[in-house]
Nanobody, 122 residues
C-alpha cells in the first residue's frame, strides 16, 4: 500500500511563505511522478504542480507559476512544495499525489495523501 503523508500546512499572512512536505514510501519515490493539488471550500480539487520521477520535468498551474516551487529528494523519499508570496486565494487543503506523468506534464493520480490545510490571511 502506497502511503503519502503531508505536513507543513498552517496559517500565514498574505505575502508570507510556507513549505509543505510529502513523505512517501520508497517504491513511490523512485517510480512515480509526484504532485500537489488543492481544494478550496466549495470548489473542485485543482491541479497545482507536478514533478517527474527524476525531477527533470515540472509543470505548474498558471495561478502559482513563479511563486511556488516543487522539488523532490528521492534519497529521503520526500517531495516539497515551497510556497512564496502567498495570497488569500491560495487558502485550501493541499493534497500530495503520486502517479504517472502524461506527455503533457500532467499527473494521472493513483494515490492521494490525506491533505494539509493552508490558510492565508489578508
Amino acid at each position: 500500500q502506497v502511503k503519502l503523508v503531508e505536513s507543513g500546512g498552517g496559517l500565514v499572512q498574505a505575502g508570507g511563505s510556507l513549505r509543505l512536505s510529502c513523505a512517501t514510501s520508497e517504491r513511490t519515490s523512485s517510480s512515480y511522478a509526484m504532485g500537489w493539488f488543492r481544494q478550496a471550500p466549495g470548489k473542485d480539487r485543482e491541479f497545482v504542480v507536478a514533478i517527474s520521477w527524476n525531477g527533470a520535468k515540472m509543470k505548474y498551474s498558471d495561478s502559482v507559476n513563479g511563486r511556488f516551487t516543487i522539488s523532490r529528494d528521492n534519497g529521503i523519499n520526500t517531495v516539497y512544495l515551497q510556497m512564496n508570496s502567498l495570497k488569500p486565494e491560495d487558502t485550501a487543503v493541499y493534497y500530495c499525489a503520486a502517479g504517472p506523468m502524461t506527455p503533457g506534464g500532467d499527473l494521472a493520480v493513483d494515490y492521494w495523501g490525506q491533505g494539509t490545510q493552508v490558510t492565508v490571511s489578508s
